[in-house]
């Protein structure tokens, strides 16, 4: 960051996709100068203007592929880019198993393109947007940075792997300070209900589903098993606002701006809530129907996954506030406004 009293500057990669335009919008909330870079494979334009709206602030927006060396250079020579956070990639679990190449190929160039534009601009600072997905299957919960990781598929070793590759690359740069956030279940929409989750097609996930369900889009959700050892037979997740999730990167960022090396942080509630409990808090909130009915497990699942979440309490001083209430009002006010 420069002596004068300009602002930062923090370039966005995604930055118009779920998270990546929540996490816009508390940057310029925070007086942050933003650049967003984005080729909208997972996002749509509307939520440049929604980020503009919300905010009253403007931002620089620059359409094309972080993959793309020409791309990425037209960017670094023409803004003082302090930090990156970096979102641009493909993340969904299903579409990777059947996709593998789509995913290697793109989540690994887009990285090693950024790093080597970065590196040749002096840009030191990356806040990553990782996952819990690369921790290997565990009995025990929570999950903490330190367990064992192991991944079960091509999108969270992609995410594994660019782990790595931030490791090494901190290890050789010594005023390098990356900082990779392992996500829980990001859920939920901007409390405005301008900016949400709307993805093509089928949802995978069972929060856009369920709004879907709710909005008349799609007749029931399918209870992917009952006969699990939980709470009530169903599946356990740590789902956390992605308000939240927008402001821990924030508390990521200036972590980073702190200290050189990398790090690891779990970005969770540290609770487990069940799809039914998911289903019934939804029901409640929204005073509207869920019809569901109880299938064959989805290969895969697991039973249980929360975080431990008191590392990122001591070194970033974050704690989750939304709760699961806030999550479903919000998902669903969202996708009553936009969802096809
Ligand atoms: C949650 C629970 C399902 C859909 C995935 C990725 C992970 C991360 C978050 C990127 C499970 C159940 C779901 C449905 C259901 N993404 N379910 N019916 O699988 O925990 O995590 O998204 O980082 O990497 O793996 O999320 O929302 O798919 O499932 O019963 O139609 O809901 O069995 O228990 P998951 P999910």
Not at 17 to 31: K, M, P
């Amino acid at each position: 960051m420069s002596e004068t009293n300009r602002k930062p500057c923090i370039l966005v990669t995604g930055g118009a996709g779920f998270i990546g335009s929540h996490t816009v919008c508390e940057l310029l909330n925070a007086g942050y100068d933003v650049v967003i870079a984005d080729n909208f494979f997972n996002a749509k334009p509307e939520a440049l203007d929604a980020i503009r709206e919300i905010t009253h602030k403007d931002f620089v927006f620059m359409e094309g592929d972080v993959a793309d060396h020409e791309f990425m250079e037209k960017i670094f020579s023409a803004h003082k880019i302090d930090a990156v956070i970096h979102f641009a990639g493909y993340k969904a679990v299903g579409e990777s198993v059947a996709k593998p190449l789509m995913y290697y190929r793109n989540n690994l160039d887009t990285t090693l393109t950024l790093l080597e534009t970065m590196k040749k601009y002096g840009c030191h600072h990356l806040v990553f947007s990782s996952s819990a997905t690369v921790y290997a299957e565990s009995e025990s919960m929570p999950l903490y940075e330190s367990n064992p990781l192991g991944t079960s598929n091509p999108y969270g070793e992609t995410k594994r792997m660019i782990e790595r590759i931030l490791g090494d690359t901190a290890h050789a740069d010594k005023d390098a300070s990356f900082v990779c956030l392992r996500y829980f279940n990001p859920v939920g929409a901007h409390p405005s209900g301008l900016l949400g989750e709307d993805p093509n097609g089928i949802p995978n996930n069972l929060m856009p589903f369920i709004v879907k369900v709710a909005t008349g889009k799609i007749e029931k959700l399918r209870v992917f098993g009952n006969d699990y050892d939980t709470v009530d037979g169903t599946g356990m997740r740590d789902y956390i606002h992605v308000v939240d999730l927008a402001k821990a990167h924030l508390a990521a960022l200036e972590y980073a701006f702190k200290r050189t090396g990398i790090d690891y942080i779990n970005i969770g509630t540290g609770n487990g809530t069940s799809v039914l409990q998911i289903v019934e808090a939804f029901k409640k909130v929204n005073h509207v129907d869920v019809p569901y009915e109880i299938t064959e497990r989805r290969p895969g699942d697991l039973a249980k996954v929360w975080a431990d979440t008191s590392y990122a309490k001591r070194v970033l001083g974050f704690t989750a506030e939304k709760n699961i209430e806030d999550m479903c009002r919000d998902a669903y006010n969202y996708g009553v406004k936009h969802m096809k």
